[in-house]
Structures are given as C-alpha cells and as structure tokens.
C-alpha cells in the first residue's frame, strides 16, 4: 500500500470541477483508491464520496492506493493534487 | 397609480433590461408509486434512461463549451460522472429490487437523499450541488416518462423569471430570446449567474417575485389590459411588461410611464456606453491629426481595478489611498496596506499605477487619528502636513508603497505641497525607507516620485518644484477652491463657481510649461479632466496625461479621437 498527505491550497476546496478531474485521473489505475479527510475515508473513484468529503483550503487529505500499479498511482495523484489544488 | 411592484434583489450582473415577463415553467415532475414485479426488466429500463440521460448530458457539453467556455461547462462532465456513480447507482438498484417499485420512484428517493447530503454540508458552494443532483435525477426520469424538458418557447426576447436554474436548463434556452435572468434562489456562483456574466445581461438573484400580482381594488386599467375582474385573485406575470435595474439591483413589475421613461433612458445611455465601448476599446488616445496623450482612471479601492480595465484606461492615475484608513479601526498595517497595493500593482500588469499618500483631514476623517476640530479644515492640518508631522505613520505608509513596487510599475505622488522644503523632506523619508528595505533584505524598484498641484502655492513656484521631483499632477478640485475662494460645500456659491475660471486655466497652462522645462511629465487627476468641453484646450495646453473615473475613460477618448489641433 502506497499513501501520501497533502493539504490543499485551492482557495475553494475540492469544488465540483477538480473533484470530478480527480476521480477520473484516480478511475484511470486498477488499483484501489481512497481519500481520507480526518476518520472519514472514501473511495476515490466515486465522485458523490470523494464530494461529500466537503474538503476545504487548508485541510488536510490523506491518499491510499493499493494493489495493481499502485506507485505509478500514487505518483500520478500526487502530481494531479500539486498541479490542480 | 396603476399596480406597479418594486422588488429588490442581488444583482449579478449590472446593466438595464426592459421586456415582456416570461415565468420559467419548471415542472415539477410528480412521480407516483407503483409495484413491478419485474425488478430485472425495471432496472434495465433505469440503466438505459440512465445511458439517454448521459447522451443528452454529452451533447450539453459540447454546446456549453461554445457557448460558456470549458471551465464552466465541465459541470455537465461532472453531471456524467455523478450518473455513473457506483454509490448512485446501486442505491437506486438497490431500491428497486428490494422495495419492488418502479425506477422513476427509486430515482426520485435516490435523488433526494444524496440532494440531502450536500443541502446539510456547510460550505455554500457544496450546498448548491444539491440542485446538481436533482438536476441529473430529474433528468432520468423524465426519460423514464417519456416527456421531453420543457424550454421556452417564443418570438419576443423576455425577461425571464424562475425560482433557479439548473445548468441543464440554461443550456438549452435560446440564449437571443433572453434580456435578462431573475431568480428567487441561486447565489452569485449558481449557473444562471455565471452564464448571465458570460452573456453580459443584467441579471438578478433573491428576488422574491409573486405567482401573481393583485389587481388594486380602484379598478385602474393597467397600460396592458385587464385580467377578468372577480375571477382571479390576481394576474399572472407571463406576458406583463418589467424592468430589471443590474446595477441597483431592483425589479420592476408593470411600471409606471415616469419610471418606463427612465429606464428607457437609462438604457439608451447605457447601450452608448456600450457602443463607445466595442468601437473605442484597444484604441488609441490619439487626435485626428495625430497628438497622443495618456488617459488613466481614478481608484478609490482595490475593488474599482476590475472598472479600470473593462473601460480600457491605460493606467491608474490616481490611486487614493486614503480607504485603507478609513475603512480601518487602527492604523492600517505595512501588511495590509502592501497587500492592496500589490494586488492593484499585480492586476495592472505592469501599467502604471500612481498611488496618492494618505490625504486625510477636512472632510475625511478617521477617528483613531484624534484630530481636533478645526475652523477651517480645509485649509488645516491635512494630508502631507500630518503625514511630515506623524513620521511614523507615513513611513509605514511609504514602507508599503516601495514593497509593492516590486510587482508592478508603481509611482508616488504627495498631496497638498505648498513648498520645495516638504518635497526635499518627503525625499529624506524616503531615502531612510529604501537604506532600511535594504538592510531588511525586501526587494524594490524605483519609482517615480511626483506631487499634486493643488495650492495655488505650488502653481507659482512649479518652476522650484519642478527641479525636484518626475511629474505633476494637477488636483483641479481643491486648486478651484483655493484660487477662487471659494468653498465647495456651500451651495450658495455654487452660482459663482466656475470651473473654467481664466484664473484656474492660466494656472494649468503655468504648470504644464514649468514642469515640461524641467523634463516632468504633466497630468490633470481632479474632476475637470474628465470635462470634455476642455479636452481640447488641454491637449493645446500640452498635458500629457488625464485621469478620470473609470466610467469617464471611454467618452474622453471618444472627444481626443474627434479633435484636430491643425485647424
């Protein structure tokens, strides 16, 4: 299992647009995916999840992949998340 | 009289709308309940009006690129997604296998519990997707029914009103028919206010609009004709004349002839503006027979910088820096006032941006500098004369302003000079400001330093001053007043104010010949600059720059493309 946390620095949190961009990019590798904010954690290639999670500037996300490929996806999200939020 | 209705609401887009009211009718798709006994074949019929809807939700998508960009038409790849959401989907399987009812109803359920969801979040912007997921649901149902989305239909361009609209919605409106949005819901960030920012029409929100409007019991025939009397409790708006007013946010139901004429007035200024606007922007500033000059804006708050590039101006010519401390409780701090700063700097994009320092006393006051009451203010302990007095003050003020210079082209000019000895005190701070940004290791660059001609003091020795600093500008307001004596407050006087006096414009003529000998450039910032009757006479005069209100820019421009110094 990979994992990395990132705080976002979007002014407005994982709105609508970035959250589908993420689930895409994250739907793209065989692997499990999950976002984390806090206790709560959900899986990343399921918008209405990855949207409830109401993450805002200035928290923190905590990024889970495991299984097929999953360094090449850990290292595409972290790339995603430092270009988009 | 007549039954004329105001009503007031956000506005999100400014501009004038007058036309015929057209009430959005949303159906509200009631969705029964029913038995199947066939939960396979059911969810078959929901997962192919699921692959419809997202048919339809591409075809949004390719027209909302064109019509509003990718950015914002991304909600519809968004919508796509949120259709083939595994949570989504089983939930509505799920609902139809185990309670054995019909799809349209376990979408329905479905919809509304994840609307849920995001109506109980806390973040504005995630409670506005609930309308999203509504959206997306009522969409597979209407499929599953087999009723075509209801859109508006009809010749005349209207003024439609709806409680909101979803995105799917307003992509489907015929865009030339529509002069202007009103919802009762929505918030600045909904579709229909970004799509109306795109179109450029007024629009507003909040607008809490009746489903009818009452017939006063007088009996005045509305200029529309009558609805049957005794048989309605009132008449419905479709069809009813209104005025939408974006820029003071209010709306108008069946108005009267005074305010109609208004508007339509208003309207036709605005539509000018418009045109003086597509014609002249990205133009130069430049006589017929091929004089240039530079126009700039005034601002008054970082907030205006938005008008000063929407109307083209080609700098900030006076950027008064007084709203940092009147809008503050204490001293604004170096960061505060360096991050306005900045920001104007930054969103000029390397265009000049001249900041005034702090003129403050008569008639702007801020409590916490503890000012004593003066006889004659205006003539009083104001402006450079505090700041030389109150060292600190202005340096932090001073501090700012150099740190900014950074991010942009930034200028400085000192209000209220009267002699050469504040102008070499000015430049000693300033020398102790830049030696100490220096040991602090804060970038700066140069900046120009010029001052305000506004006593009839700096007029008479603007040859001394010249030596001294890189521009003029005149401060034509206060210049008026101290030459003619004579207080602008007092309406009394206002019948012997002149503001083209001989004695102010051989005032403005001195100048611009002392500063040009000296190598400064010249400038007008007060309210005659803006004074079209004079463009002329000042571009004969030599002046090298006007700044005028953001609004002003364009219509100076219009006059300086139509005047011809030859003849």
Redesign the interface.
Known sequence: MQELKYVIKDK??I???P??AF??EAASFPCKVTIAKGEKEV?A?????V??L?V?CGEEITVRTDGEQEEEAIAALGKFLEGNL | MGSIMVLEGKSVFGGIAIGKLSVYGKKDRAVKRSKVTDTEAENSRFLEAKEEAKRQLAGFYEKAVKEVGE?NA??F??HQ??LD????LESVTNIIKTQEVNAEFAVASTGDN?SA??AA???D??RE?AA?VKDISNRVISILQGSAAGAMTGEEPVILLADDLAPSETVQLDKSKVLSFVTRHGSTNSHTAILARTMNIPALIGVDFPEKLKEEPSGETSALGNAAAGTDSGEALDGMLGIVDGYQGKFYINPDEETLAKYQKLKEEDEQKKRLLQELKGKENVTLDGKKINLYANIGGVADVANVLANDAGGIGLFRSEFLYLESEDYPTEEAQFSAYKTVAENMAGKKVIIRTLDIGADKQAGYFNLEKEENPAMGYRAIRICLDRKEIFKTQLRAIYRASYYGTISIMFPMIISVAEVRAIKEIIGEVKAELDRDGLPYKEVEIGIMIETPAAVMISDLLAKEVDFFSIGTNDLTQYTLAIDRQNPKLDSIYDAHHEAVLRMLKMVVDNGHKEGCWVGICGELGADTELTETFLRMGFDELSVSPSMVLRVRDKIRNTDLSK
């Not at chain 1, 290639?45 to 999840?49: D, E, Y």
């Not at chain 2, 959401?85 to 989504?88: H, N, W």
């Open positions: 407005e949190g709105h609508a647009r959250a589908g689930v895409k899986d290639k399921r918008i209405f999840g949207m409830g109401g805002k | 950015v991304a909600i790849e968004i997604m949120m959401d595994p949570d989504y994840f969801m995001f979040m806390e973040d912007y995630m997707r999203d």
